[in-house]
């Protein structure tokens, strides 16, 4: 059986939904995303493991134990904070060392787990620094610590990248994932920031409006959304509007469109043909092809974006830069291509 | 006169949502101590409401009322802290206002120096300043205190003195919200001249932190007692005085007098700072 | 006034600004009406009643009319900041944590602005009518059969002077502590209570600790708003308490301590103590912001 279990969970405030039917398996050692918009109930549901909200409907278990009504300080679950949320009048020691006097762990056992905490952290020397003389990045290093030390069941982050510099960011992203994979930790991390749910997830939950969207692994997510929602929030995505002709073809004005994956909607039904900017070459193909006119070039250091205007339609193209690489010009006249199996097809809303 | 704390009494907290998750205990103990601070904060007011409203027998009236307005010497006395009070805001605001502007415009070095200054007034307490007043002033070469008049003049700059720490600092937090030097330039680059800008662009951003300054002036020098008793003025605080401990139902309507303007005066302040526009808002998450 | 382009148009900055000039009004004002009183006093405490300079009067303090006055206006003014203190502190938390209906909020704050300016004639006023000799709750005591006035207590001493000091002073309280309450992070209780804690330890171990500047700075304010307080005591008693306040009230009319140099003395007294618990305040409030904030 899984390690973290929603079952069926509901969260109403007043009359709004904040969360909708929300079912979820964790297992052991298990690193899962909930991504989504602000407002999609993804911090709820999160708020909900830590016991600060409790669910209107449903169920929720820790390790096989029913912990839907237990209070936030009986759950043993560690959470760490967007604001980081350290105790400004403790020094890093006595912060990340807090959980452990609270549970009368004696003074020297205390004193070591601190001490092998700020080593996981790389701040061994930090242990009598105040909060306020620590940058953001060290701050929220000090608070997954402190969430650590209980040994918890699990780890809970709540947004915990988002108030800091993007080259911080991207330095403690990949530290909290090596520390992840060093203690095996079920973990839960919220984001609204895709690429952080990519880069750092076995499996990451989609949200929208207070309901899952889809759940699967990051690979499964970014090339096979299931709705709408997930494929355009999830990465750049260019739609073209057409008209099913088969279960294999789409006219788009004067071009037809060719996908491998299946067409379900009978023919004469108006849909988008769907097709990431990566996967659109320019020149001639062999599959599908367009013709448009270049409308801007914008050098993006490893990628190239060129906006190619077909009528009233603006299609994105992302070329992967190479010192080869030939430039359109902007207002030429261009033909881009794409294989049958780049492309998937939606209805038309 | 008391020492208050000024940017507390200004600046009404905005009210925000904070989510209360209290036990029972807690709200128990809570209700208890709204109750006893309520007990305490109007047992005084009924008591005096009784006496003030019951002048004649145990009927209700306003006989006391009557009596006290209609009493010449409460007309004068009043009459005369009303023109004080209403002197000693455009006095203070005449000092405070260029000031103020001028630091943060010109010279925000000499903040820190103005700012000790205007907190004087909470290191002398108003005895002590009458004091040295009247030792300064009493002397040649600067015998102003010899006549009525001059005395009421030296009265009103010791209450414009006394009132720098809360006009400054309402002055200066309104400066602080509307970003001075931004507007002055904005307005200059569009070829405004000095008073226009004074005028029409500093004046209206600052009104409620000026009208808040001025009605907390105005609230404490109405019935000031220190510095009035020994300049010998004849004002409002020192007849009070005489009242107290001469009648019964006359003070006791005076003081209801007092408290509705004090009310008054904090209830108008704490309107205008709560619909004040643009005033920050904290932006919470969703 | 001169205009602003004036120094900027130039582009080269002047040698020397003579922008200060700007704030010289300001400073003749105050040297007129504040620095200076204060500075006569001053350099009279440090002068002989004969001539000459001598610290002659400040040895004179400890003369036993002056040690009692400063010992009532300190005794009177530490048992109404700390008593204030933490009512005024335990209100605070009332309307903000206690779980009370909203409304109280807004009435309490707007309540204690008044209630920490109603100081004075109408103050004392108001509680000769309440616990005076012929006072409503006096007459309320009376009814049940206990005479106030039986024991110890009289509105005019001590104790009635702490009653009535308090009307001004937790509202203060009140005033200057529910920002700092307001200040604290949800994000700390929640995170006290995620690490184990009970509501209650997060109290003693995160948020009374963390507000302790605030509350101590408040009360140190307290304190000096108490201690520099004369009209309200002077219109309860007419000047039979000798708070230090009183004391110097009727040296100016009288020379009551019949040694002039002696009275500059302790008014010089009453500031330097006043500069120091402003001082204090001003120190811990700035160590509370560094939290809070």
Known sequence: MAFLVLDRVRKEFGGSTAVEDFNLAVEAGEFVSFLGPSGCGKTTTLRMIAGFEKPSVGRISIGGRDITNARPNERNVGMVFQSYALFPNMTVGQNVGFGLKLKKVGREETQSRVNELLELIHMPDKGDSYPHELSGGQQQRVALARALAIRPQVLLLDEPLSALDAKIRDELRIEIRRIQRTLDITTIYVTHDQEEAMALSDRVVVMSRGVMEQVGPPFQIYNYPETRFVASFVGKLNQIPGVVIDSKTVQCGDERLQTTTPIEESPGTAVNVMVRPEELDIGAGEENQLVGVVESVNFLGAIVRVRIARGEQMITADLFNERLLELPEVEEAVTISFPAHACWVMKAN | ?286 | MTSLTSTSVEGQRPPRSWNWVGILPFLLFSSAFLLGPAIILLVRSLQANEGGWTLGNYRQLIDPQVLEAYGLSVRISIVTAVVGGVFGFLLAWAIIYGGLPRVFRSLLTTFSGVASNFAGVPLAAAFIFTLGRIGMITALFGFFGIDLYDSDFSLYNFWGLTVVYMFFQFPLMVLTITPALEGLKKEWKEASENLGATSWQYWRHVALPVLMPSILGTIILLFGNAFGAHATAYALTGGTLRLATILIGAQISGDVLQNQGLGYAVAMGMVLIMGLSIGLYTILQRRAERWLA
């Open chain 2, 1 to 286: 006169m008391t020492v208050t704390a000024p940017p507390v009494v200004i600046e009404t907290p905005p009210a925000i949502a904070t989510p209360v998750r209290a036990g029972a205990g807690s709200k128990v103990l809570a209700w208890v101590i709204m109750l006893a601070g309520v007990l305490y904060f109007f047992a005084p007011l009924v008591a005096t409401g009784e006496r003030a409203f019951r002048a004649i027998g145990r009927t209700f009236s306003f006989e006391a009322f009557r009596r006290v307005i209609t009493d010449p010497e409460f007309l004068r006395t009043f009459g005369e802290s009303v023109i004080n009070a209403v002197a000693t805001i455009v006095v203070s605001l005449l000092v405070i206002v260029p000031t103020a502007y001028w630091v943060t415009l010109k010279v925000p070095k000499l903040r820190s120096i103005i700012e000790f200054i205007t907190l004087l007034p909470f290191v002398i307490p108003a005895v002590v300043l009458v004091f040295g007043l009247i030792r300064m002033y009493s002397r040649p070469p600067l015998a102003i205190l010899g006549s009525y008049g001059s005395t009421r003049i030296i009265l009103i700059c010791a209450y414009a003195a006394l009132s720098f720490p809360y006009m400054y600092r309402s002055v200066d937090n309104g400066l602080r919200a509307i970003n001075v030097r931004t507007l002055t330039e904005a307005a200059q680059s569009l070829g405004a001249t000095w008073p226009t800008i004074v005028w029409r662009v500093i004046f209206p951003n600052l009104r409620v932190a000026l009208l808040s300054g001025a009605l907390l002036t105005f609230a404490i020098v109405i019935g000031e007692l220190t510095v009035a008793l020994y300049l010998g003025q004849h004002t409002f605080g020192p007849f009070m005085s005489n009242l107290v401990r001469n009648f019964v139902a006359e003070p006791a309507a005076l003081t209801i007098l007092s408290f509705a303007m004090t009310w008054g005066a904090m209830g108008f302040i704490s309107y205008l700072t709560r619909r004040q526009p643009g005033k920050r808002r904290m932006r919470r998450r969703p």
